[in-house]
């Protein structure tokens, strides 16, 4: 019940292409669904993120879909760049609980 | 403003050994968390506090893991004895307070290799 499921674990894109990762999740309580990018050697950090109210939310080329009855949500990449080649999370979370999050897609851009 | 510090940030030991890593979160963020994250899989909660008090402890594995928070600031958790299986990176997280939403900013990692 506290799963987030992701696919897929590898992804290759051509430049200017767009990714899409998707997540599900099950238990109906979570309210709030960040997305986490993460480089090699580094910490993750937050992206964007969406509540369960919104069916969709955009920051610059970065785009969080969510279906509230599917109970399924994912990002979109417009426009792909190299810089973009990275590890990216989804996570779940409520109220005061902690983050659950997703076993993460790994992003290859190529040139 | 100066970013979640851990240190070290590799560390290779013997099975059966002790280890110790240590974080400095953002200042001023009373929410301090510890993470697992192993190779291939996303980070898992290992024990948050709140101020110097915990919070979540559910997932740590008590019977060898161990973490303090002195003063409510800088923290540090300790692995004894190590396994082969504990290898992966700690990582540390802050944020200004006790709720999922509130953004949690991550240091770098300690990179722990068992042999």
């Known amino acids: 019940q506290q799963q987030v499921k992701q696919s897929p674990q590898s992804l290759i894109v051509q430049k200017g292409g767009i990714s899409i990762i998707n997540c599900a999740y099950e238990n109906t309580a979570f309210d709030y669904f960040p997305w986490y990018q993460q480089f090699p050697g580094k910490g993750p950090a937050l992206l964007i993120a969406?509540?369960?109210?919104?069916s969709e939310k955009k920051e610059g080329r970065f785009t969080i879909s969510f279906n509230k009855s599917a109970k399924q949500f994912s990002l979109h990449i417009m426009d792909s760049q190299p810089g973009d080649s990275a590890t990216y999370f989804c996570a779940a979370s409520m109220g005061y609980q902690k983050v659950t999050f997703g076993t993460g897609t790994k992003l290859q851009v190529i040139p | 403003e100066a970013g979640v510090a851990q240190s070290p940030r590799y560390k290779i030991i013997e099975k059966r050994q002790s280890v110790a890593f240590w974080c400095n979160p953002i200042s001023g963020h009373a929410t301090l968390y510890w993470y697992q994250q192993i190779l291939g899989q996303g980070p898992k909660l290992l024990i948050q506090f709140q101020n110097n008090g915990v919070v979540d402890d559910s997932q740590l594995p008590k019977d060898r893991f161990s973490a303090e928070r002195l003063k409510g600031v800088d923290s540090t958790l300790k692995i004894q004895p190590a396994k082969l299986e504990d290898s992966a990176v700690y990582l540390c997280?802050?944020?200004?307070?006790?709720?999922?939403?509130?953004?949690?900013?991550f240091g770098p990692g300690t990179r722990l290799t068992v042999l």
């Open positions: 997280a802050s944020s200004l307070r006790d709720r999922g939403h509130d953004e949690q900013f």
């Open positions: 969406i509540r369960p109210d919104v």
